[in-house]
């Protein structure tokens, strides 16, 4: 009977007016799901805040942030279960539910979940960031990490270089001055990835790009009723159908005049010019995706589409761009809050290095307290704090249900600040990674996951550091930092936002003094 009250209470406050006949079928919706769950002799779904009939937890949507999930699970526990609508949702805190999530059972957890918006801006699942676990995504992988993210790849690290480089010369040409700091890493990360993507190093259509790419993130995040309760989608009170038709019309224009000029460059064997990542994805050009997993050749064994290169440089942008920026950022503004640590890593780097010359490739394996700051900045601040993944099938972890299609976030964030793995948490310390028994984020210690772990793990660690360490070296080496108008570290803020990534809610400015006493 309460059951029926609690409905008849929810369904009055629901913002929503129903028909009669979609009240009937939702309570026999709800009904049937009591009978399947009292039939159901498996494990306790996970601890959690209880939700209400149908809307379950959806009025907790606001606390869904990795702050948020970490304030709760200090409540409920590391394994967290909540109900959204229809859709099961656990979040996993501590470093042993992750290690049973990302390792234990990842053949079960590595499916990826999508909302009705991103399913249709990355043509259906048409990329590798959020392909669900199989052959095509095994394809995809292979293709990314072996053509555009490895070390092999020479010119996606030339892009490093020279966009260090013309950051160096921006910010000499304000020295003595305030400089944002935030805005110049994320025009570094984004010309950087701009240009390993399409080769063109000018800022023609960039500006169109990022527009583009500001939009998706948008929409990726948007709130729709459709994603909880599916039979509500013809609702769509915020018109959010038409305004994904348009955003994935002005990619299409964008990206099939790119892929045109290609395609015409190939065929005026116009070889010669460094290739980029749509030269390199054209190399699997076919009209339509196909996969052959008896061939062990890559070039055999795969046929992209345009949707399919389309959606995989949008991965790369979206993977590649924020990320870096907010690890630079970051890291520069805990070391303007440490001023201890700040001094010693600029003498690691006049002992390594000297003031006479700038910082090179080679240089970087010998900046051993330079590489413990970078660690810190991702211990204290992953770039995605929350790992997104959704389960293949009915599954347990620590002795609770996790429903198939469940969506699994696993909170880096709070991990990597968890009292029971790590001394003094939410101190900024890069000298604990001195202690060669400190968790590694490698992959192989849960405690520490900024790039992930197991199958989903980033794909593109590799770059992704060498850009924040050697970003990290030229801004530190080249100049000293002041902070302006008199403020004092202790002063700087450090709340985040919460979106795909968590950068600084606030931008950081400092001033810029030349510390070299070569020309830069
Ligand atoms: C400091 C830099 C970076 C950090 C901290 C980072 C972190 C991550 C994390 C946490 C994931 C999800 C792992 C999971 O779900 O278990 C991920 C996935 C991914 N990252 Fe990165 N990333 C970085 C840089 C990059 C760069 C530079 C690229 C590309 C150029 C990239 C491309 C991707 C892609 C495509 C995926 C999806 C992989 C898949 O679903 O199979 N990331 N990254």
């Known amino acids: 009977m309460d059951v029926f009250l609690e409905l008849k209470t929810a369904l009055e406050t629901f913002p929503f007016?129903?028909?009669?006949?979609?009240?009937?079928?939702?309570?026999?919706?709800?009904?049937?799901?009591?009978?399947?769950?009292?039939?159901?002799?498996?494990?306790?779904?996970?601890?959690?805040?209880k939700g209400l009939p149908i809307i379950g937890n959806m009025n907790m949507m606001e606390q869904l942030t990795h702050r948020g999930l970490a304030k709760l699970a200090k409540q409920y526990g590391g394994v967290l279960h909540l109900r959204m609508g229809f859709l099961h949702m656990v979040a996993i805190s501590n470093a042993e539910a992750a290690r049973q999530v990302l390792q234990v059972q990842d053949n079960i957890f590595s499916n990826r979940p999508a909302t009705i918006a991103i399913s249709y801006l990355t043509y259906d699942r048409a990329d590798m960031a959020f392909a669900h676990y199989g052959p095509f995504w095994r394809q995809m992988r292979k293709i990314c990490v072996i053509k555009l993210f490895s070390r092999k790849r020479a010119e996606s690290w030339n892009s490093v270089r020279d966009e260090v480089d013309t950051i160096v010369r921006s910010v000499e040409a304000s020295l003595g001055n305030p400089v944002n700091v935030g805005e110049f890493v994320f025009n570094l990360t984004k010309n950087i990835i701009y240009r390993a993507a399409f080769g063109s190093t000018s800022q023609e259509g960039q500006d169109e790009f990022i527009s583009i790419l500001q939009e998706f993130s948008k929409l990726f995040g948007a709130f729709n009723i459709a994603d909880f309760v599916p039979f509500l989608g013809w609702l769509d009170p915020q018109g959010l159908h038409k305004t994904l038709v348009k955003a994935r019309a002005a990619l299409d224009s964008f990206i099939d005049k790119i892929i045109h000029e290609h395609i015409e460059k190939k065929r005026n064997f116009n070889c010669d010019q460094e290739t980029d990542m749509v030269d390199e994805l054209l190399n699997f050009y076919g009209h339509h995706t196909k996969l052959n997993n008896d061939s062990d050749d890559l070039h055999n064994s795969v046929r992209l589409t345009k949707d399919n290169i389309k959606a995989i440089i949008m991965d790369v942008m979206f993977g590649g761009t924020e990320t870096v920026a907010s690890g630079i950022e970051w890291a520069m503004a805990e070391l303007m809050r440490s001023p201890d640590d700040l001094r010693r890593v600029q003498q690691e780097l006049a002992d390594v290095v000297g003031l006479e010359r700038r910082v090179e490739e080679a240089d970087l394996e010998k900046l051993?307290?330079?590489?413990?700051?970078?660690?810190?900045?991702?211990?204290?601040?992953?770039?995605?704090?929350?790992?997104?993944?959704?389960?293949?099938?009915?599954?347990?972890?620590?002795?609770?249900?996790?429903?198939k299609g469940s969506r699994v976030m696993i909170n880096a964030w709070a991990i990597g600040r968890d009292k029971d793995a790590w001394e003094d948490p939410e101190a900024f310390k890069p000298s604990r990674f001195l202690n060669p028994h400190v968790p590694d984020f490698k992959g192989n210690n849960f405690e520490f996951i900024p790039f992930g772990s197991g199958r989903r793990s980033c794909p593109g660690m590799q770059l992704g550091l060498y850009t924040l360490e050697l970003a990290v070296a030229h801004l530190l080496h080249c100049f000293t930092w002041g902070l302006p108008d008199g403020m004092k570290p202790s002063e700087l803020d450090t709340s985040d936002v919460f979106g795909l990534t968590a950068p600084r809610a606030s931008r950081l400015v400092a001033v810029p003094s030349k510390r070299l006493l070569c020309p830069l």
């Open 17 to 49: 007016q129903l028909p009669l006949t979609l009240l009937l079928i939702i309570t026999g919706t709800v009904l049937l799901g009591l009978v399947l769950r009292i039939g159901r002799k498996t494990a306790p779904y996970p601890p959690g805040p």
């Open 368 to 403: 051993t307290f330079l590489k413990c700051v970078v660690k810190e900045t991702l211990r204290m601040h992953p770039p995605i704090p929350l790992l997104l993944h959704e389960t293949a099938e009915d599954a347990s972890v620590c002795g609770y249900f996790v429903p």
